[in-house]
């Protein structure tokens, strides 16, 4: 029977390479992008030998009722993997009130309403799946990105409650949270600074898109049956 998997942002580091691990393994995918359809069109062309079905989907989820086009756009659902997400980073009093609003609602707002929404469809199935990438930050907190760190332990805590509502459903629901990791979300660093981050993780490097993608796999997979509710770190060990 075939599998359909959910992925937002999957223009962006660790959601393109959530859909080449899942098209590996065969999972049918919905391809949510907003502004970089570009890449979106190489992401095809590089998954275009694997015999399944791809869907883009374009929307906005940093709006209000963002979510709506997806919603309307997706059939069976097996899995959602919540890759969306964005880092205002700077004092927190020197953040505008547009920032603020627009990272609540892309991080907080939007997935708690894409998940409500298509909830109906992954209680069709005797097992689903929901992963959200969160942040090491929103379980311990960083400064100069207050605002991150307070949406990222927002989605922890939706996580963890939802988890508890919805496990006699069939649909287990789980967080990833990555330290640091080799994306564009990394590039307002200079090189000498990535240098002196990574003296602080224990294995002396950055996570890549690729490592970040196999623990999505492995929580989806029925090797994870038994795991619900959870935060599974992939930091390199820089929080324990």
Known sequence: MKKFALITGASGGIGAATAKTLAKEGWNLYLH????????????????????????????????????????????????????????FGLFCDLDDDTTESAIQLHVKSPIKLIRNLLPKLMRNSV??????SSMWGQTGAACEVIYSTVKGAQISFAKALSKEIASSGVRVNCVAPGAVNTGMLHRFSREELENLEEDIPLRR???????????????????????????????????
Not at 214 to 223: A, M, P, Q, R
């Open 128 to 133: 689903s799946q929901i992963v959200i990438i």
């Open 33 to 88: 992008y907003h502004s970089n359809e570009q890449r979106i069109v190489e992401l095809l062309t590089e998954l275009e030998n694997y015999p399944i079905e791809i869907i883009p989907i374009k929307a906005d989820l940093s709006v209000d009722n963002g979510c709506k086009q997806i919603v309307e756009n997706i059939f069976q659902l097996d899995a959602i993997v919540y890759s969306s997400g964005n880092a205002p």
């Open 206 to 240: 950055l996570a890549e898109p690729g490592e970040i993608a196999d623990t999505v796999s492995f929580l989806i997979s029925e090797k994870a049956s038994y795991i619900t509710g959870q935060v599974l770190a992939v930091n390199g060990g820089w929080y324990t």
